[in-house]
């Protein structure tokens, strides 16, 4: 099993769209959690960190889930602007922030 | 524009032949990570500095990589004797030890290196 596991997608949705990604986990000792965003053959950029007690940040929302081992990440009202990669990061546990990426998952908004 | 530099942007080099990277990070930033990223992947961690010291490195780190933080601001990365199979974006990424934003990795533009 993977460390960090997403789908590839590609998710395609029309713009206003709600839309969610999940990513699981292997480590259960995982301490922190994030989504970047990133664009075609642009470097990864910092969505949002995943607290446990989740986190929105206007249309985002990000959820974190111990039990089950995985974060989501909830889309609202869906921009042609949000059309990107969204990778998920766990960082190893142990203090020394070493992350973990998954593959990302592909978001493409149509008009 | 204080963000994390690198360079060369893009380097296209024949099998077998030795390449240099450089990064340089954000000032202020005593934390300093390489990563590897081939198409449909996410970047795979290399290795970490932590000022001059490299604290850890990745098993994908062959012998035939090494990378570099002498004084510990900017850093290089060598690849030896490259395989096509070295092809790939090189990210490097700074990240401040305490503060607000710690936990946040500031990604540079990358290097795309091509193997012929």
């Known amino acids: 099993r993977k460390e960090v596991e997403q789908d590839p997608g590609p998710f395609n949705v029309p713009e206003g769209a709600t839309v969610a990604f999940n990513c699981t986990y292997s480590n259960s000792a995982s301490q922190s959690f994030f989504w970047y965003r990133q664009d075609c053959r642009k470097e990864p950029k910092l969505l949002m960190s995943?607290?446990?007690s989740g986190n929105e940040d206007g249309r985002f929302t990000a959820q974190l889930n111990r039990a089950s081992q995985y974060i989501s990440l909830l889309i609202r009202d869906s921009k042609l602007s949000d059309s990107a990669t969204y990778l998920c990061?766990?960082?190893?546990?142990?203090?020394?922030?070493?992350?973990?990426f998954g593959r990302g998952t592909s978001l493409i908004v149509h008009p | 524009d204080t963000g994390v530099s690198q360079n060369p942007r893009h380097k296209i080099t024949k099998r077998g032949q030795n390449v240099t990277f450089r990064c340089d990070p954000i000032s202020e930033h005593n934390r300093l990570y390489w990563y590897r990223q081939t198409l449909g992947q996410g970047p795979e961690f290399l290795t970490y500095?932590?000022?001059?010291?490299?604290?850890?490195k990745s098993r994908l780190l062959s012998d035939r990589f090494s990378a570099e933080r002498p004084k510990g601001s900017f850093s290089t990365l060598e690849i030896q004797r490259t395989e096509q199979g070295d092809s790939a974006m090189y990210l490097c990424?700074?990240?401040?030890?305490?503060?607000?934003?710690?936990?946040?990795?500031?990604f540079g533009p990358g290097t795309r290196l091509t193997v012929l």
């Open positions: 990424a700074s990240r401040p030890t305490s503060g607000i934003g710690a936990d946040t990795q500031y």
């Open positions: 995943v607290y446990s």
């Open positions: 990061v766990v960082n190893k546990p142990g203090g020394s922030y070493i992350p973990t």
């Open positions: 500095f932590q000022n001059e010291a490299q604290l850890e």
